[in-house]
């Protein structure tokens, strides 16, 4: 499967919530958003931010699923979010009935995915965070398959019309 990639600095929790609101602005009910990183690195933070940039209401409460495995979330289109940290059966998929979710009618987004054969096999947009020593976080992103590489193609686009990292002051 060819990927396309681009790896982002990110300062603030401010830039994260913009990083947020550009995937937001491009990922469509039925796609894959594989989020990766250790525990603390902001995989949560960065869904919330998705979320609220899907029109999600503030009045909703967004956590991670660790012990649920599996929240639904209202929004301009209807998302899951998936934890599967704790999950350690390969089979333990078909039983939440998250690869019947991918091509549906709900974004997927599913944090700890990258251990799961059957996800990273799917079209998907993959997102890797680390903890920066300078500070901050780092963010690669990684289009896999058609409709991955064609969710960066447009989240590329929207970056370069309005970037994420600080902009210089007026006056």
């Given at each position: 499967?060819?990927?396309?990639?681009?790896?982002?600095?990110?300062?603030?929790?401010?830039?994260?919530?913009?990083?947020?609101?550009?995937?937001?602005?491009?990922?469509?009910?039925?796609?894959?958003?594989?989020?990766?990183?250790?525990?603390?690195?902001?995989?949560?933070?960065?869904?919330?931010?998705?979320?609220?940039?899907?029109?999600?209401?503030?009045?909703?409460?967004?956590?991670?699923?660790?012990?649920?495995?599996?929240?639904?979330?209202?929004?301009?289109?209807?998302?899951?979010?998936?934890?599967?940290?704790?999950?350690?059966?390969?089979?333990?998929?078909?039983?939440?009935?998250?690869?019947?979710?991918?091509?549906?009618?709900?974004?997927?987004?599913?944090?700890?995915?990258?251990?799961?054969?059957?996800?990273?096999?799917?079209?998907?947009?993959?997102?890797?965070?680390?903890?920066?020593?300078?500070?901050g976080r780092s963010c690669r992103l990684r289009?896999?398959?058609?409709?991955?590489?064609?969710?960066?193609?447009?989240?590329?686009?929207?970056?370069?019309?309005?970037?994420?990292?600080?902009?210089?002051?007026?006056?």
């Open positions: 499967m060819s990927t396309e990639k681009a790896e982002l600095r990110l300062s603030s929790r401010g830039e994260t919530r913009r990083l947020g609101r550009r995937l937001a602005s491009v990922v469509e009910a039925g796609d894959l958003v594989l989020l990766e990183g250790e525990l603390g690195t902001g995989k949560t933070f960065l869904v919330r931010s998705i979320a609220r940039g899907l029109g999600v209401p503030a009045g909703v409460h967004i956590t991670s699923p660790t012990f649920d495995l599996v929240h639904e979330l209202p929004g301009r289109i209807p998302i899951v979010h998936a934890d599967l940290y704790r999950l350690g059966e390969d089979d333990a998929l078909a039983e939440l009935g998250l690869l019947d979710r991918i091509g549906g009618q709900a974004l997927l987004m599913v944090e700890w995915g990258e251990r799961f054969p059957e996800l990273r096999e799917s079209p998907h947009l993959s997102i890797v965070l680390s903890i920066d020593p300078q500070g289009g896999e398959g058609p409709r991955g590489r064609e969710i960066f193609r447009k989240f590329q686009h929207a970056l370069a019309a309005d970037p994420i990292g600080r902009r210089p002051r007026a006056g």
